[in-house]
């Protein structure tokens, strides 16, 4: 275990527990770890609602707006891009200046500029007010995991981080029932003016209950050559995996770009065992736990964001429900992920994270296997049952890999940390909806003419058959206006059907990585430095 101490500069009544399995005593509210976590759960709330929430209001700033399809996925691929690229370095600014300040800016920037979003008249202003979302977010993030790391006893720390989860969980499979009720209701503004009160509830809670914890020997100065490295590697390989699916996964660009990334990433390597403090110490790596659980928060983020990527396009395109109808249908996910995250952060505390963690991608395996199995008449019911045991894998897989990535780092990285655990998610959610849709891509392709020409449909030249398949891939029936209504019923079918074979076969990959990941749980185990926390003292 590494060694904390701190320099205190508070009074007697803010001195830290010399046990560092009591909580820290504060003086009054500030400091309390479970008013700690209800303030940094309102500010989370803010970034993975943000997430979802906007897919809904596409369609309404594209047309208000007059914007291209181009323009409206930069309002997507924007914000995902400043996130993923700067969580990191986010972190380790959370380390050297105090995870309460980058926590109060993150919040007081995110919701500034979701104001902005909401006053903005062109696209170009929507887009841009989007990338500083992401910076802020990044800021935000690890700044809570940070706080909650320093502010819980190893004791109470799963069950912190369940309750947190459990609000990243509902936030993101929240955000299209309340988008479609502010799209449909109010207008799309209005999804990004709901950030401002959230936004200034978290800092009005953060002034009054945030508490700073140093450790003594945080960093005191910046890997800047490090930060260029690793943020070039990390744009190159997000945007090649954002392009991927325009560009194609055969083309040199796309390729360029990925081999870009690997060799920033080789030389980001070789630079930081030479820097005096280098921004992400590679020795954290030499922690088998770490590591395994880097590497799950990765294959459960490809299993889950690139499986459910499909599942919103068959319950809209498919099974014809509104964006609201559609949300509500996810709900027993989204139930499940309220009801598992405490109970999963109970029982690694108790048992430690390899069962739980194992059985959660077990499950997810098998709720995605089972979702290979839906047809375009599935009903409600079936569905419902591998939503919910999807809910219930996820759970504690949340949990479980941010505990064992946090908690066996040294407590003066728990920023990098935390950075290194939202980046992970992030990277693998791009990887999982590029991989996936690519495997979606691939069967449409290869079934779309032989199901069109087996149905007696007219042939189709070979730029009407790229444009019908662009279409399938989303679920979407390629019908024009004034066909007569049995050959747009014949197409639907055909439509349908080949969209629902592509998502059980992109299914069928996404439960092939959750079952490998049950064997890299069994690498974890419980955070060696997670007692270190709730034993340091306050700045």
């Known amino acids: ?99 309460r300040q980058t926590f109060l800016i993150g919040v007081t920037g995110f919701a500034t500029a979701s104001g902005a979003i909401g006053l903005s008249n062109s696209i170009a202003a929507v887009v841009t007010f989007r990338v500083f979302q992401g910076l802020f977010g990044a800021l935000l993030m690890p700044a809570a995991l940070g706080l909650l790391r320093a502010t819980f006893p190893a004791e109470k720390l799963n069950m912190a981080i369940g309750i947190w989860g459990m609000v990243i969980g509902a936030s993101t499979a929240g955000g299209p029932i309340l988008g479609g009720v502010l799209v449909e209701h109010v207008n799309w503004q209005s999804v990004f003016f709901v950030n401002v009160p959230v936004g200034a509830v978290a800092l009005l809670l953060g002034l009054l209950i945030l508490l700073d914890h140093r450790a003594e020997n945080a960093p005191r100065s910046f890997d800047l050559p490090g930060i260029g490295l690793l943020s070039g590697a990390m744009f190159c390989l997000v945007w090649a995996l954002i392009q991927a699916p325009t560009w194609g996964w055969g083309d040199i660009k796309t390729w360029s770009f990925i081999g870009a990334s690997a060799l920033l990433f080789v030389l980001f390597a070789v630079w930081e065992t030479r820097v005096a403090e280098p921004l992400i110490p590679l020795g954290m790596f030499r922690s088998i736990p770490l590591s395994a659980g880097v590497v799950l928060m990765v294959m459960m983020a490809i299993a889950f964001m690139g499986g459910l990527f499909f599942v919103t396009f068959y319950l809209q395109n498919v099974h014809g429900m509104s964006p609201i109808d559609a949300g509500l249908h996810l709900l027993p996910l989204t139930g499940m992920m309220i009801v598992g995250s405490p109970l999963a952060g109970a029982a690694i505390t108790k048992l430690g994270p390899r069962v739980p963690l194992a059985g959660g991608m077990a499950a997810t395996a098998i709720a995605m296997y089972g979702m290979s199995t839906l047809e375009a008449d599935t009903g409600s019911g079936a569905m419902s049952i591998w939503f919910a045991l999807l809910g219930f894998g996820l759970a504690p897989v949340m949990v479980g890999a941010t505990e064992v990535i946090v908690g066996n780092a040294p407590m003066e990285l728990s920023g990098v940390a935390g950075g290194l655990q939202q980046a992970a998610m992030q990277i693998g959610g791009s990887l999982g909806t590029a991989v996936l849709g690519a495997v979606m891509a691939s069967r449409v392709d290869s079934e779309l003419p032989g199901n069109w020409a087996g149905a007696g449909l007219p042939k189709l030249t070979p730029e009407q058959l790229d444009q019908a398949s662009e279409a399938v891939q989303v679920g979407v029936a390629p019908t024009a206006k004034g066909m007569p209504e049995a050959l747009v019923a014949k197409i639907t079918t055909v439509a349908h059907d080949t969209f629902v074979s592509g998502m059980s076969l992109a299914s069928l990959v996404a439960a092939g990585v959750a079952a490998v990941a049950v064997l890299v749980a069994f690498l974890t185990k419980r955070g060696q430095n997670a007692e270190a926390g709730a034993g340091v003292g306050h700045i």
């Not at 010399?18 to 770890?33: F, I, M, N």
């Not at 609602?49 to 906007?54: A, E, N, P, S």
């Not at 914000?79 to 959370?94: E, M, Q, S, W």
């Open 1 to 99: 275990m590494t060694s904390q101490t701190t320099i205190d500069t508070t009074g007697p009544g803010d001195r830290a527990s010399a046990d560092p399995s009591e909580p820290t005593p504060a003086a009054g509210l500030r400091g309390h770890p479970w008013l700690t976590l209800i303030t940094v759960a309102v500010g989370v709330m803010m970034v993975a609602l943000d997430g979802t929430i906007v897919a809904i209001a596409n369609p309404a700033i594209q047309k208000d707006l007059g914007a291209s399809f181009s323009d409206v996925q930069w309002i997507t691929n924007g914000y995902f891009l400043a996130l993923a690229v700067c969580l990191i370095t986010a972190g380790k600014l959370g380390d050297r200046f105090g995870h």
